[in-house]
């Protein structure tokens, strides 16, 4: 159970990684906007006004996947949580079952 915990564990710090980086674009995409807000032709000033949507419909996305992430990860947990708790000899027949197969696996190299 705990190489379950600790994958989620890791995918969990991979997404939140992820989501900083895509935070810092969008903050360094938005402090360019505004430097170049005063320069450059009505073309420009065009692009730049769909980027800015572009941008606000990005953040919004990116604010609803980490809620539904969230949600959906949580949703995991107390599922687990439950199953174990009506399937106690389950779980720890699936735990042995599984240490069993990573050791033969470790004990192959």
Known sequence: MDETSSSKAAMSQAGAVVAEDLKTVIRDVQA???ATASTGSELAGSAREQLEVALLKLQAGLIEVENTAAAKAAAAGRAADTWVHENPWRAIGT?????????MLICRR
């Open 32 to 34: 360019l906007l505004q």
């Open 95 to 103: 735990a042995a079952g599984a240490g069993l197969v990573v050791g």
